[in-house]
């Protein structure tokens, strides 16, 4: 390691910091998945597959009652890292009072939502610093936390399914100061991301205002800039057998799991190589407030223009100062 300068090392330990992200995952699903069915009828251990099942039977609504989040992982020196790598950076543009619970709607879903996980999950851009009061519970695929050593992970960063149930649960029943991030278009979005493009899907996604107006929480729009800019997502010609064995594989895994998984490539270990490790680009994350005062018996179609309306004017107000040209217009479907 002598030979490496300070520098060169930091970049290492950034590059390896985002190379876990996906592996980690895997792995720790893999693990109770195939180890606890095999302890369970092919060894002597059984018990322990017993043991790790009742536990999980025990404890089955926690994931959908504010969790178990844990600060010592949300600090962790590797996030730092990880948001050093591109740099992340979340940006405030208003104050959030804790006196009220807020829904965080976050646009765009990229191919993995690289800027919601360390703005939100981690304390890596200092979320408790700059919004003091505030506890942050980022909503993903309920599928997760069906799986034994891996809802304890993401409960720890204060990842919660993104169900009405537990959403709910999180604005009514937990007091003042919450905020649920929810990236609304989800995977459908995802096949829309790549660089240069600001295309959301949102007109028909209208749950979110449904879910504000029936719990009184403040919607809050924020946008990640540089989110598309971090791979490049291949889509192949229509008609081409290459396109038709995407798309069928697509299909299947959206039917099976709920996911889009995108066809997709970045850098690779050494700057200008191929990979699938994301570009070093910038994602940045503004967050306004419109003002919402518990509009419970208005339509989900007048708050849903409104919240176009102040989606629209946080992309025009920051795009400039977050690396995107004057002329970059944000696209609604």
Aim: charged share 15%; aromatic share 14%; glycine share 8%.
């Amino acid at each position: 390691m002598a030979f490496l300068s300070q520098l060169d090392l930091h970049e290492c330990l950034q590059t390896l910091s985002v190379l876990q992200w996906l592996p980690v995952y895997i792995i720790l699903g893999a693990i109770p998945i195939i180890l606890i069915p095999y302890f369970l009828v092919f060894t002597k251990f059984w018990i322990l597959s017993v043991l790790v099942l009742t536990w999980l039977a025990y404890d089955w609504n926690t994931h959908s009652q504010g969790g178990r989040r844990s600060a010592w992982v949300r600090n962790w020196t590797l996030w730092k890292y990880f948001q050093n790598y591109f740099p992340i950076k979340l940006v405030k543009t208003h104050d959030i009072s804790p006196e009220h619970n807020y829904i965080i709607v976050n646009h765009p879903h990229g191919v993995l939502s690289y800027g919601v996980f360390i703005n939100f999950a981690t304390e890596a851009t200092g979320f408790s610093r700059i919004f003091p009061g505030i506890t942050p519970s980022v909503g993903t695929l309920e599928g997760i936390f069906w799986i034994p050593i891996v809802r304890e992970y993401v409960m720890s960063m204060g990842i919660c399914p993104v169900s009405e149930l537990a959403l709910k649960y999180l604005l009514t029943q937990k007091g003042s100061g919450n905020a649920v991030i929810i990236v609304v278009g989800g995977a459908a979005e995802a096949l829309l991301c790549r660089p240069g493009a600001s295309t959301i899907y949102l007109k028909e996604r209208k749950g979110f205002v449904k879910l504000a107006l029936e719990t009184g929480a403040y919607l809050v729009p924020s946008y990640s800039f540089g989110e598309n800019e971090v791979h490049n997502q291949e889509i192949f010609p229509e008609g081409t057998w290459l396109r038709f064995f995407q798309k069928t594989f697509q299909d299947t895994f959206k039917k099976i799991l709920g996911l889009n998984f995108c066809t997709f490539h970045g850098r690779g270990l050494t700057r200008g190589s191929w990979g699938l490790l994301p570009f070093n680009r910038p994602i940045t994350t503004p967050l306004p407030i419109p003002r919402i005062e518990k509009p419970s018996k208005k339509t989900v179609d007048k708050y849903h223009a409104l919240y176009i309306n102040a989606l629209c004017k946080l992309f025009d107000q920051h795009k400039v100062q977050c690396g995107f040209p004057e002329t970059q217009e944000l696209t609604i479907i």
